[in-house]
C-alpha cells in the first residue's frame, strides 16, 4: 500500500474566508488577481454545510469594472445565493466584504461596486461598517411589479400577511405591518407572496412590527426561499416603509432582528444608510476545480 503525505492528501486550494454579520454567513473569495467561476454546482456545493463550507452566500471580490472604475470604485462584489443564482444587493455581505478591504488598504473609506451600483463604505468601529446602500424606490416599474399598482398599499395578502409596501433597494421587498412578530409564521405564510405572479423576479418578504418610532422588530424571508436571521436590505426597507406609511416621524430607527440591531438612516435623497457588526469566522482553501 503505497502512503501518502498529508500535503499530498490536503494540497492547497483557493484561499476563502468566512465572515458573518448578524448570523448571515458567507464564503468570500477573492478573484481579482486569479479570475474565479465556479459553476452552478460547485457554488452549490461550497455552500451546503453537509458538502462544503456552508454558508448562506458565495460572495467573490473582483476588479472593479470599467464604468466602476470611473466612480472611482476599489472593487466590484459579486454576490451568488444558495442557488447559484446572482444577486443585486445584500447589506450584511456588503458590510463584510467592506471591512476586508478596509483591513487590507488600511483606509477608513472604500467605494465597493455592485450589480446595484457603487456603495460608499465607512469604517465606523473596531468591526463595524456603514453602508449607504443606494436609493430606494417605490415605483411600480423599478420593483418590479409585472403590472402598475399602488406600491404604498398593495392588495395582496397570504394568511395574516396582508397590505404591503413594495420597495426596491436594488432588490427587491414586500413589506407587511403586523402587531405582533411573534405570532407570524414566515416560513407557512410568505412563499405564496414572495412566488406571487405580480414579481417577476420573485421577492424578499419583510414582516415588521412598529415599537415606538424609533424601534421597530423586523423577520425577512429571503429569496430564494430562506427564514434569515437577519437582513440588511430588509433593514434599510422596513424603516422607509414605515415613514412612507406615516408610522414614525423619525428618519434614523434601530431595526431588531433575530440575530442583533442595526441602525438605519434614510436621508434626504431616499438613501439608506445602514450601520453594523461584522465577524470573522475562519479561513482556509477551496478545492481547486
Same mark, same amino acid.
Given at each position: ?5 498529508? #500535503? ?5 486550494? /483557493?484561499? $476563502?474566508?468566512? @465572515? ?17 467561476? !465556479? ?54 455581505? =456588503? ?18 461596486? =455592485?450589480?446595484? %451600483?457603487?456603495?460608499?463604505?465607512? /469604517? +465606523? ?38 397590505? !404591503? ?11 407587511? $405591518?403586523?402587531?405582533?412578530? +411573534?405570532?407570524?409564521? @414566515? ?18 418578504? %419583510? ?42 416621524? #423619525?428618519?434614523?430607527? =434601530?431595526?431588531? @432582528? ?16 445602514? +450601520?453594523? !457588526?461584522?465577524?470573522?469566522?475562519? #479561513? ?6
Amino acid at each position: 500500500m503505497t502512503t501518502r503525505s498529508w #500535503q499530498e492528501m490536503c494540497p492547497l486550494g /483557493r484561499p $476563502f474566508v468566512k @465572515m458573518q454579520g448578524l448570523e448571515n454567513h458567507f464564503v468570500i473569495v477573492d478573484g481579482r488577481a486569479i479570475a474565479y467561476q !465556479p459553476t452552478k454546482q460547485e457554488i452549490v456545493n461550497v455552500c451546503n454545510v453537509r458538502t462544503g463550507v456552508g454558508g448562506d452566500q458565495l460572495l467573490i471580490i473582483e476588479p472593479a469594472t470599467t464604468a466602476g472604475q470611473a466612480q472611482g470604485a476599489d472593487a466590484f462584489l459579486r454576490i451568488i445565493n444558495i442557488d447559484g443564482a446572482a444577486v443585486e444587493a445584500c447589506g450584511n455581505a =456588503t458590510r463584510c466584504v467592506a471591512w476586508l478591504l478596509l483591513e487590507e488598504t488600511n483606509k477608513d473609506l472604500i467605494l465597493l461596486e =455592485t450589480l446595484a %451600483g457603487v456603495l460608499e463604505c465607512r /469604517r +465606523t468601529g473596531e468591526c463595524e461598517v456603514s453602508v449607504n446602500m443606494g436609493k430606494i424606490s417605490m415605483a411600480w416599474a423599478t420593483i418590479p411589479l409585472s403590472e402598475a399598482r399602488d406600491t404604498l398599499h398593495l392588495n395582496i395578502e397570504s394568511g395574516p400577511l396582508r397590505d !404591503p409596501v413594495v420597495l426596491n433597494i436594488g432588490n427587491p421587498h414586500a413589506i407587511f $405591518f403586523v402587531d405582533d412578530l +411573534t405570532s407570524i409564521d @414566515m416560513e407557512k405564510h410568505a412563499p405564496a407572496i414572495q412566488t406571487n405572479p405580480l414579481f417577476p423576479q420573485q421577492t424578499n418578504v %419583510g414582516a415588521v412590527q412598529v415599537i415606538n418610532e424609533h424601534h421597530i422588530r423586523l423577520s425577512v424571508y429571503e429569496r430564494p426561499g430562506i427564514l434569515t436571521t437577519a437582513c440588511g436590505s430588509g433593514a434599510c426597507v422596513s424603516v422607509a416603509a414605515t415613514i412612507a406609511r406615516g408610522l414614525t416621524r #423619525q428618519n434614523k430607527l =434601530t431595526v431588531e @432582528m433575530a440575530a442583533g440591531k442595526v441602525e438605519i438612516e434614510i436621508l434626504a435623497d431616499n438613501t439608506a444608510l445602514m +450601520t453594523g !457588526p461584522v465577524a470573522w469566522c475562519f #479561513q482556509g482553501h477551496l478545492p481547486l476545480s
